[in-house]
Every structure is written in structure tokens, then in C-alpha cells.
């Protein structure tokens, strides 16, 4: 396990990448719940891309591990440039826990880039931390790996040195749900301090307890949708399969039950519908294609 206090310095490997589409919730999204990730969106025709990235690569590599830097070509990424309303390069965003948090457009100063880079890693802490930062990395790598164990050992550690780590308890919790044990993952959120127990992180850990719990009494996906198919105006079928389909990993084909579900009666069992909707989004990151495009087509029906 990570000792805390060691050097924490990175390779420049793991710092500057590029990514593409199919990398980018790792890269970007995923990385950057623990770390600050600094998106540089360029293409190889752009000449006030070519200045600025080399700044921007020596900002980052100064900084030590504090932020990363991921380069997007836009030509061979234009869903995610799309997505992002990405009209003119390069354009720089800055990334913390999910989500978009600040960014520029243009080619800047070198000292311009410097305090970008610094104010965007201030917000993933100064670096003074005696390695926490580094070790909750490690813990969610480990996690992502499937070492529940050993990320749990470490997610511990951390919170007997920050006792009001809201990423730890939250991954802490993350753990134990990998491990199946519900009842443990959801003593450690209660046992959360005040300060602490509204944090993004507490509550998608929340949400996330909450559908696994209602996955331990979801019916067979085939005779749930068998069931609609017979009769799509039974609503507590079609609920009955959203839970069923997100229990099975399916949270795109769930997303996609409860729409229709709240298209057909948004009012039903006290709006039923729309409440799980929150609840799948709130368990996913923020910027998470299904979360998107579930909470654009709920607005449209909404205010249609």
C-alpha cells in the first residue's frame, strides 16, 4: 500500500496523454475524481495550437502530479468537441471530479498559462497533503482493477489521516459494494461526519446503494419485458424492467424504460419515474453519455 509522505513525483507518461473518444470518461472523467485533468483541444492545422501546447505540457510537468493534461485532436474526436460546443481551437478545459470547471480559448502567455495551470491544481488540493492525493489515486485504480480488498485497506488509511476525506469515505463505501457487502458500504456513509455527509462524493455513493439494493429483488429482464410487450400501458411492468435492466449493467436501457414510463404518466406512484431517473444519474459521473442524454430527453418532455 501507498506510504504516505513519499515522493509522489509522476512520469510524464502518466501526466501528458492523448486521448481519443473511447478514452476519454478514463482520461478525463474518471481521473480527474481525484486528480485536476486539463483538456487541450488542438488539431494538426492550427497554428496557435502549436505554441500553445508545448506551454501547456511544461506548466503541467512543473506542476508534479498536482494536474494532467490530455490532447484531443478534434478532427478524429468530433462527438466529444460536439458535445462540449467546442467552436474554435484551441480551446482549453480544465476538468475536477467529473466535471468542467473552468477553461480559456486562444493562445495565452506562458505566465497566463502558469496561474491557469496553478488555480485549476489548487482546486484538487496544494500538494502539501503528505501524499493523500496520490493515495486515493492508487486506492481508485486499485478499484477500478478489481482489488476491492486492497482499495478498501486504503481508502481506510487515508480517512484515519483526514478523518473529513469525502472521497475516501465514498470510496471506502464504493468498496465494500464492489465486495457485495451493502450493509457495511451503507454503515460507513452513516458514519460520515456532518461536514461531510451532503459531499458529491457521499451522495452518488447513496444513489449508487440505493439501485443495488433494489437490484437484489429485480425480476428477469425477459419476463419484465415479455410483460410490457404484452401490455405497454402497465407502468409497474415497465418500472419493474428499468430496475431489472440497470441491476443487469443496462443503464442505458433503463434510462430509456423510465422515459417512456414518464412520457406515458409522469405523475404515476407520485412520480416514481423521475425520482429513479435522479437517482441512476446521481450514481453515475456527471459527464457520463447515458446522464447526458437522459437529462436532455427529460427536459424536452418536461417543457414540451
Not at 458535445?83 to 495565452?108: E, H
Not at 424492467?241 to 433503463?254: N, P, V
Request: one cysteine or more; charged letters at 25%; a negative charge.
Amino acid at each position: 500500500m501507498l506510504e504516505f509522505g513519499q515522493d509522489t513525483t509522476q512520469p510524464a507518461g502518466d501526466l501528458i496523454k492523448d486521448a481519443t473518444e473511447e478514452t476519454f470518461m478514463q482520461d478525463v472523467i474518471e481521473a480527474s475524481q481525484t486528480v485536476p485533468v486539463i483538456v487541450d483541444f488542438w488539431a494538426p492545422w492550427c497554428g496557435p495550437c502549436k505554441q500553445l501546447t508545448p506551454a501547456i505540457e511544461a506548466a503541467v510537468t512543473k506542476a508534479k502530479g498536482r494536474v494532467k493534461l490530455v490532447k484531443m485532436d478534434v478532427d478524429q474526436n468530433q462527438a466529444i468537441a460536439a458535445q462540449l460546443r467546442i467552436q474554435s481551437i484551441p480551446t482549453v478545459y480544465a476538468f475536477w471530479q467529473g466535471q468542467p470547471v473552468d477553461g480559456f480559448q486562444g493562445a495565452l502567455p506562458a505566465s497566463e498559462i502558469d496561474a491557469f495551470i496553478e488555480k485549476v491544481a489548487a482546486m484538487g488540493g496544494e500538494g502539501e497533503d503528505g501524499g493523500l492525493a496520490d493515495a486515493l489515486s492508487a486506492a481508485e485504480e486499485m478499484l477500478t482493477e478489481g482489488a476491492a480488498s486492497d482499495a478498501a485497506q486504503t481508502f481506510a488509511a487515508i480517512i484515519q489521516e483526514d478523518g473529513e476525506n469525502a472521497a475516501a469515505y465514498g470510496g471506502l463505501a464504493r468498496s465494500y459494494l464492489a465486495l457485495g457487502d451493502a450493509d457495511q458500504a451503507e454503515a460507513i456513509l452513516n458514519g460520515a461526519p456532518a461536514a461531510i455527509s451532503d459531499a458529491p462524493e457521499i451522495e452518488a455513493v447513496r444513489a449508487q446503494l440505493e439501485l443495488a439494493r433494489q437490484a437484489e429483488n429485480a425480476g428477469p429482464v425477459a419476463d419484465l419485458r415479455a410483460k410490457v410487450e404484452t401490455d405497454p400501458a402497465d407502468l409497474q411492468a415497465r418500472f419493474d424492467l428499468a430496475t431489472a435492466l440497470h441491476a443487469s449493467g443496462d443503464a442505458e436501457g433503463a434510462v430509456s424504460e423510465l422515459l417512456e414510463l414518464f412520457r406515458q404518466d409522469r405523475e404515476w406512484n407520485d412520480g416514481a419515474a423521475k425520482a429513479q431517473l435522479f437517482t441512476i444519474f446521481d450514481a453515475l459521473p456527471p459527464q457520463d453519455p447515458v446522464v447526458l442524454n437522459g437529462r436532455r430527453k427529460l427536459s424536452s418532455l418536461i417543457f414540451a
